[in-house]
């Protein structure tokens, strides 16, 4: 398995997080993910439910069909995923589905988290693909990008429904 320095380490999630605010530009919730083969990345993806109005395509499904694409191969062996925020349950069988073999996620879900928070389908021992699965690289900023795109969400909201009153 791959060896990651917490340096390199920190550099893919940074390259996870350039994901992200390609989300956050199209008012989407900001995650990002990237997967790391051989030192290069090898799929990138963002969450694009909004802007392609399609319910699965989270930023790890993303990035694990442009892997499968650029790899000619369903199996992305030896591979490692970096995502900014823990994988939904959703996401977490794919990653198995895919065979990547490593995790590493910046924040946890509390609310829909598959990868330890609600669920723990990547080190379930039912299943038959188990992951090695880190947390907490680059936290802050992972959880930062998220916080700040709900609390303008919110303002926004406001904003709309205090205009709505105004022209009552
Ligand atoms: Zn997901």
């Known amino acids: 398995m791959a060896e990651f320095t917490q340096e390199e380490k920190e550099f893919f999630m940074r390259e996870a997080l350039k994901e992200a605010q390609k989300s956050l530009e199209k008012e989407e919730i900001p995650i990002g993910c990237v997967i790391v083969k051989d030192g290069e990345i090898i799929g990138r993806g ?3 439910r909004e802007e392609q109005q399609k319910a699965i395509l989270h930023a790890e499904i993303m990035a ?3 892997a499968n694409e650029n790899e000619g191969n369903w199996r992305l062996l030896d591979s490692m995923l970096f995502v900014t925020i823990e994988p939904c349950v959703m996401c977490s069988g ?3 589905l895919a065979r990547i073999p490593q995790v590493i ?3 946890a ?3 829909f988290g598959g990868a330890g928070s609600l669920y723990d389908i ?3 021992i039912r299943l038959n693909h188990r992951v090695e699965v880190e947390t ?3 936290e802050a900023e992972c959880a930062g990008i998220m916080q700040d795109f709900f609390r303008k969400n919110r303002e926004k909201k406001k904003a ?3 205009a709505a009153k105004e022209h009552c």
Request: aromatic residues 4%; positive net charge; without cysteine.
């Open 64 to 66: 694990i069909n442009e």
């Open 109 to 111: 879900n509390q609310k």
């Open 105 to 107: 996620y910046g924040a």
């Open 122 to 124: 990547l080190t379930d």
């Open 160 to 162: 709309v429904k205090r």
């Open 94 to 96: 794919a990653i198995g």
């Open 136 to 138: 907490g690289i680059l």
């Open 46 to 48: 963002h969450n694009a």
